[in-house]
């Protein structure tokens, strides 16, 4: 029975990261497929430019909640197969995958950065909004949005790491193969960003956004 539970947290886990709130918000705002605008991609900053900040803040909303809702629901779940915070990064993990390989868009999803700050925040807050701040601090200066995000990945881990070097802290290992893993990947995610930054073609971030009629 715990081998069952384990597995269906996990697989529902995977499932509900997939969640397309991007496609599904912009077909609220009239656009049929975001897909087809701005980017191509389906997370909030590519809404943000196309239909504007409004229906942004919706899929944020949604991508950042579906990780938080994952560690919930895992941290509901009682099993013995396996430690709690493996147990718990494994859901994690699995709602972040979800959300960049959906199985609802045949695996072509978003960049995992919103639901990875989700799962962060319920799991080691403190290091999540390090994260967001090194996000802010760098978009501030850059008006990169996927610079932000690759800086938030590393200051991420590198908070983990500090932790457990300096401050001798009893926290489980796995959560430095959970920040580890999540920094790859979203270096990985945005790996056609970097290139267009150092490209010089890479588009920079406004508040005021486009809101293209579409």
């Not at 900040?53 to 197969?81: F, M, P």
């Not at 959906?102 to 978003?110: A, M, N, S, V």
């Not at 990945?153 to 959970?178: N, Q």
Request: glycine share 10%; aromatic share 10%; proline share 2%.
């Amino acid at each position: 029975m715990d081998t069952l539970m384990v597995g269906l947290t996990v697989a529902l886990s995977f499932l509900l990261g997939g969640i397309p709130f991007g496609l599904l918000i912009a077909r609220v705002y009239g656009v049929r497929d975001i897909r087809a605008h701005g980017s191509g991609n389906t997370g909030a900053t590519n809404v943000w430019r196309v239909i504007g900040a409004r229906a942004s803040l919706w899929v944020y909303a949604g991508d950042i909640g579906k990780g938080i809702l994952a560690v919930v629901l895992a941290r509901a779940v009682h099993q013995d197969i396996m430690p709690r915070d493996y147990f718990l990064v494994l859901a994690a993990l699995a709602a972040v995958f979800g959300h960049v390989f959906p199985i609802y868009l045949r695996f072509h999803g978003g960049k995992g950065v919103n639901t990875a700050l989700g799962v962060m925040l319920s799991l080691l807050p403190w290091h999540a909004l390090i994260a967001l701040a090194a996000f802010v601090a760098t978009v501030a200066v850059s008006r990169y949005i996927s610079l932000g995000s690759i800086v938030a990945g590393v200051c991420l881990f590198l908070a983990t790491l500090m932790e457990k070097l300096f401050l001798t802290s009893d926290r489980a290992a796995i959560y430095l193969i959970l920040t580890g893993t999540l920094m790859l990947l979203v270096i990985w995610t945005h790996r056609s960003n970097v290139r267009r930054i150092v490209a010089g073609t890479e588009n920079r971030f406004s508040l005021s956004g486009h809101g293209k009629s579409v």
